[in-house]
């Protein structure tokens, strides 16, 4: 970690030339590497080596699943989608998503999700400003995020208490959601534009221009649309990022355990289902992620399956979650 900061300091800054730029990206880009990996290794160190001690921690990393284990999920998830709901009922949920939305955060406020704390150590690109000083130390401009699906800020006033030189727009559903975020007293308008926005509607405007957007987050919202219209908000997000940016995707994955746990009348189609609130959760798999945002002209550099054991050691209740997350770039001109 020291050398690349050391190479860092060493090149010159001044009037790069284009094998000087591309060096200097290809350090960055080392840089961050080991970053990432130090900062994931010392969160993620609950290596699960003896079931015997299962009960010993709250949650286990890095879960392998037993081919056995991957069948009965199998099972489960041909078992909750015997009896799926009409195409009628179906696409009621569909169209009225952000009703269903409103509805939630009504009846929950701010309280429900929790502010997102991981991001240092997920995605450490986004948070790491003295890096990117180092890249541009004369640029005042700021870096500029794109997060969809914002709800009350779970990632957006954590993003802004732990930076400064960060601009965010973000959007949501629900106009309530973005009706609390606003009134947070973190919220700060000087660096923050949040709005209302229904990303599925190809005639909705939303004030983010073309390649203005170094991040693009997508966490656990792409799940709460139809999959049908999962090609043409990616292709929306795409046209924002700027050549060189970078997309950060998290969402849940194929038999995570709130997948198997629906019934069989809350099955809207394959992987799709509707909770009790009338919301929306899709579960994916890496290839459908893969060919989502690589069909969108992006590059992947991330496409990796979180399983994770969560232990009640109090109920000896054992649970396995499943999430995939992803880091993609838009290719430079």
């Known amino acids: 970690m020291k050398v690349w900061n050391v190479l860092l300091f060493l090149l010159p800054r001044p009037s790069l030339s284009s094998r000087q730029k591309r060096y200097f990206k290809f350090v960055r880009r080392k840089m961050d590497d080991e970053q990432t990996l130090n900062r994931i290794a010392r969160v993620r160190n609950r290596t699960l080596d003896d079931c015997a001690k299962v009960f010993e921690k709250n949650a286990w990393d890095d879960i392998e699943w037993t081919e056995e284990k991957r069948q009965a999920a199998e099972s489960r998830v041909l078992l909750n989608s015997s009896n799926p709901l009409s195409e009628e009922e179906a696409g009621e949920y ?9 509805n939630f955060y009504e009846k ?7 502010k997102r704390q991981w991001l240092d150590s997920e995605f450490p690109e986004i948070m790491d400003e003295e890096a990117r000083l180092l890249l541009s130390p004369q640029s005042e401009e700021l870096s500029v995020v794109f997060e969809t699906g914002c709800g ?14 960060t601009f965010v727009h973000c959007c949501d559903f629900s106009e ?3 009706k609390l975020l606003k009134s947070s007293p973190e919220y700060d308008t000087s660096r923050c534009n949040a709005f209302v926005a229904d990303l599925t509607d190809e005639h909705s405007e939303w004030p983010v221009p073309p390649e203005s957007v170094d991040f693009i987050i997508i966490v656990y919202t792409l799940s709460a649309i139809s999959p049908d219209k999962m090609v ?11 050549p060189g940016g970078r997309l950060f995707f998290r969402d849940y994955g194929k038999y995570d355990l709130a997948q198997l746990r629906f019934k069989p009348a809350q099955c809207a189609g394959e992987n799709l289902y509707v ?14 992620v893969r060919n989502l945002f690589c069909s969108a002209g992006l590059k992947e550099e991330q496409n990796a399956v979180d399983r994770r054991l969560l232990v009640n050691r ?20």
């Open 94 to 102: 569909v169209t009225n998503a952000g009703k269903h939305w409103n």
């Open 108 to 114: 929950h406020s701010d309280q429900f999700f929790k």
């Open 152 to 165: 009350t800020g779970s990632t957006v006033i954590p993003l802004l208490r732990d930076t400064k030189r």
């Open 176 to 178: 309530n959601a973005i």
């Open 232 to 242: 043409f908000v990616i292709q929306r997000l795409v046209r924002a990022l700027k």
């Open 275 to 288: 909770r009790q609130d009338g919301t929306l959760a899709y579960f994916f798999t890496q290839e459908e």
């Open 314 to 333: 109090k109920k000896k209740l054992l649970m396995h979650r499943v999430w995939i997350q992803c880091k993609y770039s838009k290719p430079e001109n």
